[in-house]
């Protein structure tokens, strides 16, 4: 086995992103908004659905009708990616209740029956 010079070694500095205290902290820790249903279908959507999927702005869609009704399977109302929603762990759920307001939305291509 060959050895390292020690200058490779001791060359780690850290780069972690220095955030001034209080600079970005502005009132209340932001959650992510878990909807409990597809705005498309109004598919029930449990907070821990692995087929729930999300926008950047949080609209919710089921993966069925994001590969069966939305165009490219992207957000029909801000044209962006949907993602698969991340599941809520329980103790979590306790402490941050999922949304239970529900929203449906007109889009074009979906409210029809496939
Ligand atoms: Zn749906
Ligand atoms: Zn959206």
Redesign the pocket.
Known sequence: MGMLPSNVLASGHSKCLQVPPGASKRGTTVILKLKP???????D?APDAADALICSFECT??????AT?LPSGRCPNCGGELVRRPARPAAMLAKYPASTERVTKPHPG?GKAA
């Open positions: 249903n597809c705005e498309c279908c109004d598919k959507l869609f089921c993966a069925d009708c994001a009704r979906c």
